[in-house]
């Protein structure tokens, strides 16, 4: 049956539902670090926090991965949001390529974290493509293939 993408019910929890339940918090804790939101940033800081000694606390008024996580595509990529020649002009050249690097590093840390912890993701990967619908896309695909 085809699900409508703006539906109110994310996928993931229509697919899976709520993979744990966690008691409501009902007493004051003492912690080094609280996290707000138990997205993947949360877990993914949380995991880093803990791995460096800190006692640490994930707090969420839902579910546990039921905010935007939960209405991701699931779709990984290493792109950022801008183009590299446009984030070059921001940031400097070599800050950009930097930043393109860093999430090059983060998607494979992702998959490793996904494999270490035999979270029964599977990953696989795709080439992609840029497709110029007009003159001015194409003038900005030559602009970015040149800046790479």
Known sequence: MPRDLRSESPFWLAKSGFVHEFRSLKEDIATDVAIIGSGISGALAARALIAAGYDTAVIDRRHIAAGSTAAS????????????????????????VRAYELSQQALKQ?????????????????????I????????????EFSAR
């Not at 699931?74 to 002009?89: K, T, V």
């Not at 998959?111 to 493509?129: E, L, W």
């Not at 110029?132 to 602009?143: P, Y």
Request: no cysteine; glycine share 8%.
């Open 73 to 96: 595509t699931a779709l990984l990529q290493y792109d950022i949001d801008l183009p590299l020649y446009e984030l070059s002009g921001m940031i400097g050249r070599e800050n950009a």
């Open 132 to 143: 110029a619908t007009d003159a001015k896309g194409e003038k900005l695909l030559e602009k």
């Open 110 to 130: 992702l998959i490793r974290i996904a494999r270490d912890i035999n979270a029964g993701a599977h990953f696989r990967s795709s080439k992609s493509q840029r």
